[in-house]
């Protein structure tokens, strides 16, 4: 069974940053490709982004390129995602994934796990 644990989430004001980490109980997490999704009320699960098994590729969404990044360290089964210039429109539940079956990566259904997620609230 695999558990995913995020953490880091909270509330900022505009502008501001957060990071976010993600804690894999599994020993396959040095080669699986990780995602961070978010969710906000109303609305379907989208990508933010996700981060090859060496930390060496990563992808975005168009919203948050720049803003974000996603980093991983394998000796640690963690994945981060510091956030920076932080909108309002940012505000969601953000979700860590892991299990990546293959296909399009920004694909929530391509992912077999999922953690509990952490809220962040950005206010203007």
């Known amino acids: 069974q695999v558990q995913l644990v995020e953490s880091g989430g909270g509330l900022v004001q505009a502008g501001g940053s957060l990071s976010l980490s993600c804690v894999a109980s599994?020993?396959?997490?040095?080669?699986?490709?990780m995602g961070w999704f978010r969710q906000a009320p109303g609305k379907e699960r989208e990508f933010v982004a996700a981060?090859?098994?060496?930390?060496?590729?990563?992808y975005y969404a168009d919203s948050v390129k720049g803003r974000f990044t996603i980093s991983r360290d394998n000796a640690k089964n963690t994945v981060y995602l510091l956030m920076n210039s932080l909108k309002p429109e940012d505000t969601a539940v953000y979700f860590c994934?892991?299990?990546?079956?293959?296909?399009?990566?920004?694909?929530?259904?391509?992912?077999?796990?999922w953690g509990q997620g952490t809220q962040v609230t950005v206010s203007s």
């Open positions: 994934a892991a299990g990546y079956r293959g296909g399009y990566y920004s694909i929530a259904a391509q992912y077999n796990y």
């Open positions: 599994t020993r396959t997490f040095s080669s699986d490709r």
């Open positions: 981060i090859n098994w060496s930390g060496g590729s990563t």
